[in-house]
């Protein structure tokens, strides 16, 4: 199994669509959580950070889900500048701290 | 500005040459890591250091070598023991425990 799990996808939604990721991880000591986003031939960049607690930056809302060890994803009002490929990153605590990143899920977001 | 510098962005490697990709960070961190990427693939591992002159294999670090003589510099050596090198080379660096950043990458291609 591997370690940080995605749906590759395409997701092909609409403007103005509601759209949702989710990702698995294997190792239940995982600490940090966070999601990038990677546009085509250029390197990932940080989206937001995922909280225990859950936390929202606009139309982008991360969740963690501790006992079913998965985060999510919700892009709101989805905008055509949305279509990139979105990077689920996870990692251990501590001395050992390793982002370990899923292969991503790819967005694309049409007229 | 702050960040992290990969260089050259574009790099060709004839069969059996060692090639060297650079990269260089001024913003203090203790950690930094080389990822490699294949097309519609996620990053993988190669190789990682969270401080100087230390550094720890990652998940595919055959045919590869790494320095860290500088807090600053993590240059990564592809060997000719490399058999498949053509690939989208990330760098990155973080505090340990926060989000990590990624220079611009470096695409190498066997001619």
């Known amino acids: 199994r591997k370690e940080v799990e995605q749906d590759p996808g395409p997701f092909n939604v609409p403007e103005g669509a509601t759209v949702a990721f989710n990702c698995t991880y294997s190792?239940?000591?995982?600490?940090?959580f966070f999601w990038y986003r990677q546009d085509c031939r250029k390197e990932p960049k940080l989206l937001m950070s995922?909280?225990?607690s859950g936390n929202e930056d606009g139309r982008f809302t991360a969740q963690l889900n501790r006992a079913s060890q998965y985060i999510s994803l919700l892009i709101r009002d989805s905008k055509l500048s949305d279509s990139a490929t979105y990077l689920c990153?996870?990692?251990?605590?501590?001395?050992?701290?390793?982002?370990?990143f899923g292969r991503g899920t790819s967005l694309i977001v049409h007229p | 500005d702050g960040g992290i510098t990969q260089s050259p962005k574009y790099l060709f490697r004839k069969e059996g040459q060692n090639v060297t990709l650079s990269c260089e960070q001024n913003?203090?961190?203790?950690?930094m890591y080389w990822y490699r990427q294949d097309p519609g693939q996620g990053l993988r591992l190669i190789y990682y250091s969270q401080i100087v002159n230390d550094f720890q294999k990652g998940d595919i670090a055959e045919g590869y070598s790494v320095s860290r003589e500088k807090k600053e510099s993590f240059p990564l050596t592809v060997t000719s023991a490399q058999k498949n090198p053509t690939a989208f080379y990330l760098c990155?660096?973080?505090?340990?425990?926060?989000?990590?950043?990624f220079g611009q990458g470096t695409r190498l291609t066997v001619v």
């Open positions: 990153v996870v990692s251990l605590s501590g001395g050992s701290y390793i982002p370990t």
């Open positions: 990155a660096s973080s505090e340990l425990n926060t989000e990590a950043f």
């Open positions: 913003l203090n961190h203790d950690a």
């Open positions: 995922v909280y225990s």
């Open positions: 190792n239940s000591a995982s600490q940090s």
